[in-house]
């Protein structure tokens, strides 16, 4: 497996380029704002008058020095305000960058949060384009990507440090994330809203490659899983477990599996990993998690398995079979 980066100090997007300036920028003005408050308490102490405990207290007012203390504190908010508006001005020209990343050629995906996984519909005015993967993006370098974001449960965040920033997903409400990878990579999203007891665990690969690679991958896609007109005995007894005991929460496109509720696998051996992102996608980590997905990730809707080991065993021959 590739490396994963998860970074958003190692920007490959412009979006992330626009954000780590607005980082820097804001990050150096707090920190001449925190160095001059610490010598400002230092000046303050060194010129402290000192008595010791036999001095007679003095409370005549110091007419001069308060005059003083005055303008010191006007000067100094005078200077706070204008470092805010500052901060806001930046904060603003940095919207205004973001919000202006060319679109003309973009693609359009619309990513739908679940507890805990993520759900990518690729979308496109031709129906027969359209298809549906999970807990993967994947994206063409130098082309700009429309991401529309919904929650089928509770509130969720999208956040991808190396291409974005971050994004609420709000149940009932529809939200838009604009970003283009501009280099190759894996890069590693996570949902940053608590969301559950399982929310650390709903992680999102992204997958930037090639223009001509994205467009094989989508090609790929697109077509019927291969398992699903494979002849062997194995991969059909397989196909039929999994019709009569998963087909009512998972799709295998162009199958009796239609199901809604758990994430698409017309292409799962394709994948990278399962689980949104906890276990690499062998045979190995498959088994177990069909076995009992609950003792990695409890509170799973995903009960565990009750098959016989014949019958696991077609159908995991039938999973890896579906490319």
């Known amino acids: 497996m590739p490396d994963i980066l998860q970074d ?3 920007p490959r997007g412009i979006q992330a380029e626009h954000i780590l300036h607005l980082w820097n920028f804001t990050l150096l003005l707090c920190t001449v704002v925190f160095v001059a408050v610490l010598l400002a308490f230092l000046y303050a102490l060194w010129r402290a008058p000192r008595a010791d405990a036999h001095a007679v207290p003095d ?3 110091a007419a001069n020095s308060e005059r003083r203390v005055h303008r010191v504190i006007v000067w100094a908010a005078a200077l706070s305000a204008a470092g805010l508006m500052t901060l806001l001005a930046a904060d603003v020209l940095t919207g205004r960058a973001l919000a202006q990343l060319p ?8 990513l739908v949060g679940h507890d805990w996984w993520w ?3 690729y979308e496109d005015q031709d129906p027969a384009r ?7 993006l994947h994206l063409p370098v130098g082309r700009a990507a429309i991401i529309t974001l919904h929650s089928a449960d509770v509130i969720h965040t999208l956040w991808i440090p190396n291409l974005h920033g971050k994004k609420d997903l709000i149940p009932g409400r529809t939200a ?3 970003l283009r990878a ?6 590693s999203g996570q949902c940053a809203e608590f969301c559950g007891m399982e929310h650390a665990r709903m992680a999102l690969s992204v997958i930037a490659e090639a223009p001509d690679r994205y467009e094989a991958w989508a090609a790929a896609q697109r077509r019927p899983a291969s398992a699903a007109s494979a002849g062997t005995g194995q991969i059909e007894h397989g196909m039929q477990v999994f019709t009569d005991h998963c087909a009512g929460c998972h799709t295998v496109r162009d199958t009796a599996a239609k199901g809604r509720l758990g994430p698409d696998l017309t292409h799962l051996a394709s994948r990278q990993t399962i689980a949104a992102g906890i276990l690499p996608n062998r045979r190995g980590q498959l ?3 069909v076995a009992d997905a609950p003792s990695f990730k409890p509170g799973t809707s995903m009960p565990p398995s009750t098959l016989s080991p014949d019958d696991l065993q077609a159908l995991l021959g039938y999973l890896e079979a579906l490319k």
């Open 8 to 10: 958003m100090l190692r």
């Open 59 to 61: 409370a005549a007012p």
């Open 103 to 110: 679109t003309d050629d973009a693609i359009h995906i619309e």
């Open 119 to 121: 759900e990518a519909n």
């Open 130 to 136: 359209r298809f549906t993967t999970a807990n993967e």
């Open 176 to 178: 838009e994330i604009r």
């Open 182 to 187: 501009d280099q190759a990579g894996v890069y």
């Open 287 to 289: 088994a177990a998690w």
